[in-house]
């Protein structure tokens, strides 16, 4: 008769790390409640389907369960179960009968079904959550599994791109190469084709530094999104903060995300990940119980301090993490410093960044979670960048985050998109954008990095989107259009979505390389949206978070076709000129008060006469020609002058050259793509309808 190779009883183990930790003998099982009155750890066969063994964790130290298992080695697959009071009205919701997930397991394995055993009160009954249901969830949940951490990295480092050099570029590890039909099937959608050579190449020729990816923790798919047929594809649904995704994983293990990060070190590219602190898969408190409520729903969410029974819901999803509590803060850090130094990504952008912000008086720069992350001496080093906005009280918080950290900038996406319809009134605001957002981030001695500019994200219309549709056209997502931004500042210029008129072709297209060079020349931190470079469609879906399919998925043939080729030149084109020129990229905020020439100041703007713009003609609301000349010095004591003519009007603008009249070339025209660098004969500029024109002149100081 076979021996159970597992003892009777567990050993106390260790409160610290943490988590299951392999140390080569056996493994040491750690998870934090502070409300559990016993947690009991649950093994599994390599399947995940049938129960083996179950203990006690024999020891409580500061409100850590612990224990330790002999020779449970790397690979056993294992999850908890917590006992305590089910007292929905106190805030307290244990249910032993529900299998949870360990908040710091490091690799998951199954899938979640959506069945009504994931609850912890029954479906259906009249007392809803304050009923007990009694089933058992492991069938129908996913399992952590021991990891092995072990990695060579050899010499890897960090790129360490300076913030004014950044040039991001954001998209989705699956849409990246779902469509990519030169990749091994089981390769696409996976991290194994982030690592690709021909996406590293494509980087490198636009002039990118740094990838942006859509959330790469494991989350879970949502029950009202299945039962319409649709999935979560943009995967802000986390339910590990420590573990990748398993769909991403082509081989099923770790080590293909490190293999990605060091290919894209080895090519001098950064990877930043988005990341979801704000709240868990685990929705309302009508949600299914699978990891943090079942193990102490009191401490892991914030809950109404006059009816626990109910979430707070400042992020829009049913449920917010509470940061407040020390061990759910410790948490969040652990679990960023853990993919710095586990998986050497250099950064993160935080999802509902006011959230993470708030304490109990609302958003706080001086938030515990802001306070922790600027201290720490792993964090940092690498970038930090907000969304900086949630839907509870006082929730767009742009420009009020501490230093050390940069804020995707909805201001500059909207004020670029309305200064290129052409609406009125916008020349002021179009020139702040341009510089940086000063009057937003020029605080705390905050840099110009600090603005994330983008004039599409994924969220909202990709660029193509913005010149072809007036509209959304949400249709598909099953919510009757009413999802997404209701106003996109777009216009589809004669035709809604594709059509075959040249002229309306003619305009979008200028469009969109005014919008591109716009992102360029602007102070602040570039962001692209993968596949504007080469005109990517969503037909019109501003809101594709659950198109799973084509509609999101980047279409690369587009990038061989004649237009989508030279629109991606371009982008090279412009993105180059930025990377040569210094002063397209000061780390400063220029306010006119510096002379790097003499009586030449280091901004000034000008109308289409080259004299400085007065305070009446900013108030004309119909003027659309604007003038941007920055001046900087280069490290051979030289000094250049980059001056960007702007038009978004519906005629020629016939610009003069403001003073002094340097030798001037014309560097880029986007009116003319492909056309080559040209001396300025003359002092007047024409710059064509909806384009811009940059000149450049440089002169030895002295």
Sequence with gaps: MATSPWPDRLLAGSPYPLGATWDGLGTNFAVFSAHATRIELC????SGRRQIARFDLPECTDEIWHGYLPNARAGLVYGYRAHGPYEPQAGHRFNPHKLLLDPYARRLTGEMRNADALYGYRINSPRADLSFDRRDSAP???KAVVADESFNWADDRPPAVPWSDTVIYEVHVRGLSMLRHDLRPNERGTFAA???PVFIDHLRR??????ELLPIHAFVQDRYLLEKGLRNYWGYNSIGFFAPEPRYLSDGTLDELRIAVRRLHAAGLELILDVVYNHTAEGSELGPTLSFRGLDNASYYRLLADNPRHCINDTGTGNTLNLSTPRVLQMVMDSLRYWVTAFHVDGFRFDLGVTLGREAHGFDPGSGFFDAIRQDPVLQKVKLISEPWDIGPGGYQLGNHPPGFS???DRFRDGVRRYWRGDPGQRADFAARLAGSSDLFDRRHRRPWASINYAASHDGFTLLDTVSYAERHNEANGE??????GENYSANWGEEGPTADPAILDTRQRLQRAMLATLFLAQGTPMLL???????????????YCQDNETSWIDWSSLEKPEGKSLAAFVARVAALRHRHPVLRSPYFLHGREFPAEGVPDISWFDASGEIISAESWNNAEDRCLALRRVGPNDDGSVTMLTAFFNSGTSDCHFLLPEPHWPTRIVLDSAAPDGPERDLEGVEIVVAPRSVVLALATRTKG
């Design 140 to 142: 129908g949940v996913m």
């Design 530 to 544: 993968g596949g504007d470079e080469f005109g990517r469609t969503q037909h019109g879906n501003n809101n594709a």
């Design 480 to 485: 009757d259009n009413r999802d997404g931004h």
């Design 407 to 409: 804020e995707w900038n």
């Design 194 to 196: 982030l690592g690709d």
């Design 43 to 46: 093994l599994f066969d390599p």
């Design 206 to 211: 636009l002039g990118a530094t740094t990838v």
